[in-house]
């Protein structure tokens, strides 16, 4: 089946849905004939989104939410199931960045990072998956990781560690609804590669410690933006390789791809982490 066949007349629900891949994933949700449930802690984002959309005479909510506050999560299921009926579509993908040195990351950083990027998703499942098994009909979740989450990069430990969190958790929750034999529940990891987003302008630094190095980590990931994918085109892509069955739902394929591999092969061997050139010269300049 196409991602139209498979998708078409269903609700979505987005986290993060005010920006970047969310936007993209809602916007084209919306194309294939979704309602959309736009989620998100900026709520001028989400009214934005929401009315373009219903410009275009698509079904769409915005409901701000907080994906750290399960109670918050929990609300938006009830009311999702509420007003807008059973969901086809669960898109956990809220998420921050953070760069520098895990020596000098603050505390409450870290703490915000984790909060978002893991136990946001985890609310989101606890929240929506025990609706989604009683409604008995086939649905979708979908856990956003990154590239991030097969690779290891300095000075964004916590974000890496995070992403690499979320693919082990999506894996682990397809075994399970296997076990369950929740046949009619499809999970997948999403990975995206590089999509235009304002994660790494809103990203977290450091107050104190190598200042320099961090901002140049979030320099560097700013030029990888320039030539970042388009999201909805992002969103394309995903929705397709959802709706043939794939597990790991990769933006860019081979360059993705590669970096799977990359870590296979990295594993395999059980080489050590060795810094690559310019890694090494970047930081040798701060």
């Not at 929240?127 to 989604?132: K, Q, S, V």
């Not at 995070?162 to 894996?171: G, I």
Request: with cysteine; net charge negative.
């Amino acid at each position: 089946m196409d991602a139209r066949e498979t998708f078409s007349g269903g609700v979505a629900v987005i986290t993060g849905a005010g920006a970047g891949i969310g936007a993209g994933l809602a916007r084209h949700a919306a194309r294939l004939g979704m309602t959309v449930i736009l989620a998100d802690i900026d709520g001028d984002a989400i009214a934005a989104l929401r009315d373009e959309l219903t410009a275009q005479s698509v079904h769409a909510l915005a409901v701000v939410c907080d994906v750290t506050d399960f109670d918050a999560v929990q609300e938006l299921a009830a009311r999702t199931y509420r007003d807008a009926g059973r969901v086809r579509l669960l898109v956990n993908n809220a998420g921050v960045e953070q760069f520098g040195f895990l020596w000098d990351t603050p505390v409450a950083n870290w703490r915000r990072l984790v909060d978002i990027n893991i136990s946001g998703v985890f609310n989101g499942i606890r929240a929506f998956l025990p609706h989604m098994i009683a409604a008995g009909s086939p649905a979708w979740v979908w856990n956003l990781s990154s590239i991030g989450g097969v690779a290891v990069v300095p000075l964004q430990a916590p974000y890496i560690m995070s992403k690499h969190a979320v693919l082990a958790l999506t894996e682990c929750l397809a075994l399970e609804t296997q076990l369950a034999r929740h046949d009619h529940i499809h999970v997948q990891a999403v990975l995206p590669g590089a999509v235009v987003s304002n994660i790494f302008e809103s990203a977290g630094g450091v107050s104190d410690g190598d200042i320099g190095a961090a901002e140049a980590q979030r320099s560097a990931m700013l030029d990888i933006k320039a030539e970042a994918m388009d999201p909805v085109a992002a969103a394309e892509v995903v929705f397709e390789q959802s709706a043939e069955g794939r597990f790991y739902l990769l933006t860019q394929p081979e360059y993705v791809g590669s970096a799977m591999a990359e870590r296979a092969d990295v594993l395999t061997s059980q080489r050590a982490p060795v810094l690559k050139t310019k890694q090494r010269f970047d930081s040798a300049k701060h």
